[in-house]
């Protein structure tokens, strides 16, 4: 063996499957693999050859070959997840050297990047149940949708699933706020703005404030006031790779950010509260996110104004009901003293308990 090392780029520490296997001498197509492989938040281990310690190579979650190597690892074990990278546009013998060493597939740089980072970070994460994502979104303003988003993202990080929460509303004021960790340190939306295509999920997750045992994606109190529809569709994509629970507290319009998250959910509650102009204005909303996304549920709020209740309120939207919250007296005082919605008992409690024993009676374990 000529040499070997191992990377100590910037993957975010923390359990994670092995770094794939780089091998080549080409060094300006070794600093492009290093590079990639930070991007998708992987530690490589890289060789200038097929490793002679003896099970490195099949053990490998994958291996990218540089096209200067294929005749030093000719006679290794064939195995699926060999790549064969070159940078040699018309190189017509690219392919017969695949062949030689079993490559699944040929990529050229730098036109096959993107395609290098997806495959690294898939490996990396692991490629398994995507999280249960549900959307919270307000009938009218004022009824109570990010109390909803939170309580349902405590009360699921409770029971030790996995659960990540994300501020989609940038005129909110910040989730963080509402769970009392304005100043816990971590990346807010102004970090991720700029973000196109893949966004590592794991290192997304640790990136994040850690808040009631869940992370927590929300905005700062800077002048950031919008999310890019490229950003929120890669986020939103990497925190339903890690599995678990994605909660999203939505705005009531529906722009191109908006539907990027909501083409990525799984379902929408839609919080009502029983008045006759919430109604009506939560017909609108539901009529505009119902474009999109077909399971949409509403969550009926009291008081209810005279000869309503929950029942008339889903049936007068005509979509089913998810359940009520009835009036909880003391919350918002709760919310004042630092209280995390849903961490105590309560009618908002139980309604995210009994929400979540439905939702996940046929997801698989975190």
Not at 323 to 350: F, K, M, N
Request: with cysteine; glycine share 12%.
């Amino acid at each position: 063996m000529a040499g070997s090392n191992t990377s100590k780029g910037t993957a975010a520490a923390g359990v994670r499957r092995p770094g794939p296997l780089i091998v080549t001498e080409d060094m300006e197509l070794l600093d492009d693999l290093l590079r990639l492989c930070a991007a998708a938040g992987a530690e490589p281990e890289v060789h200038h050859s097929v490793p002679e310690r003896r099970g490195v190579w099949e053990a490998a979650s994958l291996i990218l070959v540089g096209d200067d190597a294929v005749g030093r690892c000719a006679g290794a074990a064939r195995r699926r997840g060999v790549l064969l990278i070159g940078r040699g546009q018309d190189d017509p013998d690219l392919w017969r050297r695949a062949v030689e060493i079993g490559a699944d597939s040929v990529l050229r740089l730098p036109q096959g990047e993107r395609w290098i980072v997806d495959r690294v970070a898939d490996v990396v994460e692991g490629v398994g149940e995507q999280a249960l994502t549900v959307g919270v979104i307000g009938g009218r303003g004022g009824a109570g949708a990010s109390t909803l988003a939170c309580a349902l993202a405590v009360t699921a990080a409770r029971t030790g699933r996995r659960t990540m929460l994300i501020d989609g509303d940038p005129l909110g004021g910040g989730l963080d706020v509402l769970l009392g960790g304005e100043r816990t340190a971590g990346r807010r939306w102004p970090d991720f703005v700029s973000s196109k295509g893949r966004v590592a999920g794991g290192a997304l997750e640790e990136s994040l404030p850690l808040l009631h045992r869940l992370r927590v994606l929300s905005w700062d109190r800077g002048d950031t006031v919008s999310v890019p529809p490229e950003a929120m569709r890669s986020v939103l994509a990497a925190a339903r790779r890690r599995g678990g629970v994605v909660v999203v507290d939505l705005p009531r319009r529906v722009d191109e950010a908006v539907t990027e998250a909501l083409v990525q959910l799984d379902l929408a509650l839609l919080v009502v509260p029983g008045e006759l102009r919430a109604i009506a204005a939560a017909a609108r909303v539901a009529s505009a996110v119902g474009t999109v996304l077909p399971d949409v549920r509403v969550v009926a709020r009291g008081p209810y104004t005279a000869g309503l209740d929950d029942g008339w309120v889903a049936a007068s939207l005509g979509l089913p009901l998810a359940g009520e919250l009835p009036l909880e007296a003391r919350l918002p005082q709760a919310q004042d003293e630092g209280v995390a919605p849903g961490s105590s008992a309560g009618p908002l409690a139980r309604f995210c308990t009994a929400f979540w024993e439905r939702a996940l009676a046929k997801a698989v374990p975190a």
